[in-house]
Nanobody, 126 residues
Framework: QVQLVESGGGLVQAGDSLRLSCAASGRTFSIRYMGWFRQAPGKEREFAAAIHGSGSNTYYADSVKGRFTISRDNAENTIYLQMSSLKPEDTAVYYC???????????????????WGQGTQVTVSS
């Protein structure tokens, strides 16, 4: 099993920056990809960003590309999501996720992830 704990959410204004963290514990050696998904009120959970276990490859949704950066610290078993130029439409609960197997295609797919954190709220005011 893998446990994921997110932190760093909050209330910010449009144009501000925020950094989310996700600490993994347990059988972290089994992780292939880690990602961030988000869910706005009344909407489905959607992919935001993902990173391969080696940190060598990153993946982004078009809606966040150029504004968000995903990174990882393998020594700390932690991934980060640096969010810049935040917009009100970025308001959502942000979830960290990890999967055990998969391809680069699977990194974008919600159903490919085996473990989920509890989520952290990000609210961007206009």
């Amino acid at each position: 099993q893998v446990q994921l704990v997110e932190s760093g959410g909050g209330l910010v204004q449009a144009g501000d920056s925020l950094r989310l963290s996700c600490a993994a514990s347990g059988r972290t050696f089994s992780i292939r990809y880690m990602g961030w998904f988000r869910q706005a009120p009344g909407k489905e959970r959607e992919f935001a960003a993902a990173i391969h276990g080696s940190g060598s490859n990153t993946y982004y949704a078009d809606s966040v590309k150029g504004r968000f950066t995903i990174s990882r610290d393998n020594a700390e078993n932690t991934i980060y999501l640096q969010m810049s130029s935040l917009k009100p439409e970025d308001t959502a609960v942000y979830y960290c996720a990890a999967n055990k197997i998969g391809t680069a295609y699977d990194a974008y797919q919600r159903h490919s992830y085996d473990y989920w954190g509890q989520g952290t709220q990000v609210t961007v005011s206009s």
